[in-house]
T-cell receptor
Framework: NAGVTQTPKFRILKIGQSMTLQCTQD?????MYWYRQDPGMGLKLIYY???????DKGEVPNGYNVSRSTTEDFPLRLELAAPSQTSVYFC????????????????FGAGSRLTVL | AQKITQTQPGMFVQEKEAVTLDCTYD???????LFWYKQPSSGEMIFLIY??????QNATEGRYSLNFQKARKSANLVISASQLGDSAMYFC?????????????FGGGTRVLVKP
């Protein structure tokens, strides 16, 4: 059981380049999320999805795009990379905790460290 | 809008002692969930404990307990009998309880260093 898998783990981009961070989960979770974590800070929500074909913006969506064509995959696209997008990116998926109505415990991937120079 | 505040940027704790990590929150939602995550130096996010706003009893999970004071809007994490492996960043987070997924809002974190 792999859980949430993110690729690549590390990437260096030049300003203006584009790339896609891949995320896949094998737990059949409906909900998936992308967060970014800047150095010494907490995580901020970029985009989320409540199911295949449905996505919505989070707190910091500018400069990113997502798609959700399958339950398993939730790629994050960076267009025209900027130094401000240097961060660690976490993909997560969630389920409803046993016996806890309304609790969606997020399972996170290992993170992708992106540097834009 | 929701906001999570963790006022302790860093803490030292002696091995085998207990430590309390502070977390206060602000929300206009009537029903919400509070979470604590651990982030060791390796970087992964590990779920520790959950408390629902409607729960009358404080949540406990092994050595972790959540001191939930709804009127004060606080959800402090207590780690008992600290171990060297507890050295990590700890994040408090919350989300409204809704049917279509929960979007976590995180605090800035508290770094804990356990001394032998």
């Amino acid at each position: 059981n792999a859980g949430v898998t993110q690729t690549p783990k590390f990437r260096i981009l030049k300003i203006g380049q584009s790339m896609t961070l891949q995320c896949t989960q094998d737990m059949n979770h409906n909900y998936m999320y992308w967060y970014r974590q800047d150095p010494g800070m907490g995580l901020k929500l970029i985009y989320y999805s409540v199911g295949a074909g449905i996505t919505d913006k989070g707190e910091v969506p500018n400069g990113y795009n997502v798609s959700r064509s399958t339950t398993e995959d939730f790629p994050l696209r960076l267009e025209l990379a900027a130094p401000s997008q240097t961060s660690v990116y976490f993909c997560a998926s969630s389920y409803r905790a046993r016996g806890r109505v309304g609790a969606n415990v997020l399972t996170f991937g290992a993170g992708s460290r992106l540097t834009v120079l | 809008a929701q906001k999570i505040t963790q006022t302790q940027p860093g803490m030292f704790v002696q091995e085998k002692e207990a430590v309390t990590l502070d977390c206060t929150y602000d929300t206009s939602d009537q029903s919400y969930g509070l979470f604590w995550y651990k982030q060791p130096s390796s970087g992964e996010m590990i779920f520790l404990i959950y408390q629902g706003s409607y729960d009358e009893q404080n949540a406990t999970e092994g050595r972790y307990s959540l001191n939930f004071q709804k009127a004060r809007k606080s959800a402090n994490l207590v780690i008992s009998a600290s171990q060297l492996g507890d050295s990590a960043m700890y994040f408090c987070a919350m989300s409204p309880i809704k049917a279509a997924g929960n979007k976590l809002t995180f605090g800035g974190g508290t770094r804990v260093l356990v001394k032998p």
